[in-house]
């Protein structure tokens, strides 16, 4: 299915606002704010993202000030994931020492409760006030998911790698509260209300890595980790990075082929996601992704217990060159030519690279 935006090269909020789907029997604009009508929650997940659908005009690259100041904000994001996770942290060393300083961020992606405007609209707003563009949604009713991907503005004349490079997409996803059960719903709004308007400081706590909400009791945790590990990992990690992504194409050694970077990692001692497989593709095979599990931590509750939570993970990405350009030399291919988006199947499965059954295996 595929989706219009209209005013592409007038982002913001309102951007969000005209996104339309395309089909006359799902008109409706695509909200940020909640999770929607019970009817339009039922529906299939959407596989987004067609290998050969040309996308939207990319907004105007941001002017010098901006884009330093966005710069330093994602770096910010990405000092407080770095500190929490040393997996990816080490990893991303490997790489550097590998392959020289070529690392690229395929994108970056964070985790909601989608209820009370603390949803995808919370984080959202930031990034389309600096350029970037909604782009797709995609659902996963067994999680009780949605999620919504953003384009960056125009990447030409950047210089640097890894935050200071070409701008990543952004994924953000929100947990469908409101179809959880009564005593889920009800401890998730317990800390909800204790945030205040956190929500309108939602890039902030990611920037910063504290919770906009009181620090949980672990009965609560529990609770939620037996329903939804996505509900629980949100609870004590709040808007914190969830995952970044290596581009593995953008790379200039052998280990830009996902398959012998997935190797690599192997063999540097990191278990990957085996959740589908560790190699996960998209139908059209033009989307590859794998991740580590996620790291894990100790966490003092509120009520003074200590216990292991999971903390966050890495992800690699390679996305092959669409079937109209396969021809072009090597040398000519860039970004625009490669497989855009996202899609349901592989995404499903790197949620759970946080999940209790990977986290077990990456210790035994």
């Not at 998911?145 to 070409?166: C, E, H, I, K, M």
Request: hydrophobic share 35%; glycine share 8%.
């Amino acid at each position: 299915m595929a989706v219009a935006l209209a005013g592409a090269r007038s982002p913001g909020a309102g951007a969000i606002l005209s996104l339309r789907r395309l089909d006359p029997a799902a008109a409706a604009p695509v909200r940020l704010g909640g999770s929607g009508t019970p009817g339009s929650r039922r529906r299939r997940g959407i596989a987004m993202a067609a290998a050969a659908s040309a996308p939207p005009a990319p907004a105007d690259a941001l002017p010098k000030g901006a884009d330093s100041f966005f710069r330093t904000v994602i770096s910010n994001m990405e000092k407080v994931y770095l500190s929490r996770n040393p997996t990816a942290k080490t990893i991303l060393e490997l790489v550097r020492s590998y392959d020289g300083d070529h690392i690229c961020y395929d994108h970056f992606a964070f985790r909601t409760f989608g209820v009370d405007g603390y949803g995808i609209k919370s984080l959202a707003e930031f990034f389309t006030d600096f350029g970037y563009v909604p782009r797709e949604e995609l659902r996963f009713p067994a999680k009780k998911l949605r999620a919504l991907w953003f384009s960056p503005p125009t990447n030409d004349g950047y210089t640097g790698t890894g935050v200071y490079g070409p701008l990543p997409r952004i994924f953000i996803s929100e947990l469908l509260v409101d179809e959880l059960s009564p005593q889920s719903q009800d401890i998730i709004q317990k800390y909800i209300r204790t945030s205040g308007k956190g929500n309108k400081h939602a890039t902030l706590a990611s920037t910063s890595g504290e919770l906009t909400w009181e620090k949980p009791i672990y009965s609560d945790f529990q609770v939620l980790s037996r329903e939804s590990e996505y509900a629980a990992w949100t609870l004590v990690n709040g808007y914190a990075l969830n995952h970044t992504t290596i581009s593995t194409h953008r790379l200039i050694s052998d280990i830009r082929s996902i398959n012998k970077f997935n190797k690599f990692v192997e063999d540097n001692g990191f278990k990957l996601n085996s959740e589908g497989g560790i190699l996960k593709v998209s139908p059209d095979g033009l989307l590859q992704q794998s991740s580590t599990v996620a790291d894990s931590a100790l966490f003092t509750f509120a009520d003074g217990i200590t216990e292991s939570i999971p903390r966050s993970y890495i992800e690699f990405a390679e996305r092959l060159v669409l079937p109209q350009f396969k021809d072009l030399p090597n040398d000519e291919v860039n970004e625009h030519h490669r497989r855009d988006g996202f899609e349901v199947g592989n995404a499903d499965k790197i949620f759970e690279s946080t999940s209790n059954d990977q986290l077990t295996r990456r210790s035994a």
